[in-house]
């Protein structure tokens, strides 16, 4: 049995992803409880940890720069675990991946819950967010219906952070108002 209980085969990360990741971070500890958050890391000081299994290609959104000390004690959680053998129970050691990347979604949601169906469909094409509709099935067919306002909202929340989202609302124009014909 693995050491890691959650990975087949580890996909290492890219220099570009993480060029993205430490660009995002601007060199510090993406562990919003550190303790050193405002020091100053050089690439070759932190550590760049998969949120999701490693088996999954990693991107700059399933990727979190953390220093050394928040990786080894907030980014992985080690259990024992009971593995049943023909003859007798073994005690394993494994480590699971915490996800320290979410954020609490209900920030991001204040700040885009005021915007038309237009701007969120912007804002998710910005962001590179699919938005699925719901689908109805009946005896001959299925058809999908448009994404509900409160469908990009929530999709939106999910995988941007607030302070992302307040930046990208303040560049994004204005709705315009449609004049009315007689």
Not at 123 to 146: P, W
Request: proline content about 7%.
């Amino acid at each position: 049995m693995s050491l890691w209980d959650d990975e087949k085969k580890i996909v290492p990360i890219s220099p570009s992803v993480k060029r993205e990741v430490y660009k995002r971070s601007e060199g510090r500890c993406e562990n919003p409880n550190c303790l050193i958050k405002d020091f100053e890391m050089k690439p070759n000081m932190g550590h760049f940890h998969h949120t999701r299994t490693p088996a999954i290609p990693p991107t700059a959104k399933t990727v979190r720069f953390y220093c050394p000390n928040c990786h080894q004690w907030y980014a992985h959680e080690r259990k024992t675990k009971t593995v049943r053998g023909y003859f007798s129970d073994e005690k394993v050691s494994v480590i699971k991946r915490k996800d320290l990347g979410k954020h609490d979604t209900v920030d991001s949601k204040a700040i885009i819950k005021d915007l038309t169906i237009a701007q969120l469909k912007e804002l998710a094409k910005m962001h590179k967010i699919t938005v699925k509709g719901k689908k109805e099935e009946d005896f001959f067919a299925t058809t999908t219906k448009a994404p509900t306002k409160s469908q990009y909202i929530t999709a939106i929340a999910k995988n941007v952070p607030p302070t992302d989202l307040a930046s990208s609302v303040e560049k994004m124009p204005k709705p315009e108002k449609k004049k009315m014909q007689r």
